[in-house]
């Protein structure tokens, strides 16, 4: 790890902070974590083009770690969906996450679990098409890699509060029931108004 005491620039942003965002998704999460950058920190997310399991998500993330090294107070997050992982491999790349300073963020079932509690409780949520269609009822036009960020903005707030009601008590890695701890990341990110 390099020392983190100058100012490191990224384009015309000075910034001390670094969030590295490895996402299941090539291109939804993508354009959503993208909102957050500011000129405190700047999220760098590394969107997937091949494998989704949550195993080459870390081992793309280790990679890249191991290749660049990180600054101190840098951080390392994998955001994954609960989907139809097993839970052995889920116990698999939480523990490894804790090994290596990792964070871990799962929405069960998807990613777009998440997006819909922007605009809703996510109750009666049971798999990703249903999250999906319900999300369509917002946006009626949502594909992914058509997402229409300045829609979330004014909700992000009250997907925190929501997503952080669905877990109590705090999860130690992957929410059993229909939830997300992206919120987890979010409240790091919301350091200034987006």
């Known amino acids: 790890m390099r020392n983190s005491r ?5 384009g015309n942003i000075l910034y ?11 291109l939804t999460e993508n354009l959503y ?13 590394f969107p997937n083009n091949r494998k989704s399991d ?8 280790t990679d890249y770690v191991r290749k660049h090294g990180r600054e101190t107070g840098d ?9 139809i992982w097993p839970e052995e491999q889920l116990t ?6 804790r090994e290596q300073g990792f964070v871990i963020a799962v929405s069960n079932p998807c990613f777009e679990y998440w997006l819909l509690l922007h605009f809703d409780s996510g109750d009666g949520i049971v798999d990703s ?29 009250d997907a925190i509060v929501r ?21 987890r990341l979010v409240e790091k990110l919301k350091d200034e108004p987006i």
């Open 92 to 97: 698999d790349v939480c523990t490894a996450c």
């Open 129 to 157: 098409r249903g999250c999906i269609r319900k999300l369509k009822n917002y946006l009626p036009h949502f594909q992914k890699g058509h997402v229409e960020i300045d829609r979330f903005k004014p909700g992000v707030q």
């Open 54 to 61: 949550p195993i080459h998500i870390l081992q793309k993330a």
């Open 33 to 45: 974590f993208r909102m957050f950058s500011s000129r405190k920190f700047t999220v760098k997310v």
């Open 163 to 183: 997503a952080k009601r669905k877990d109590r008590p705090p999860t130690p890695d992957w929410p059993r029931s229909p939830g997300s701890t992206v919120y």
């Open 16 to 26: 001390r902070q670094l969030f590295l965002v490895f996402p299941e998704g090539k």
């Open 75 to 83: 951080q390392v997050w994998l955001v994954i969906d609960r989907d």
């Open 6 to 10: 100058h100012k490191r620039s990224y």
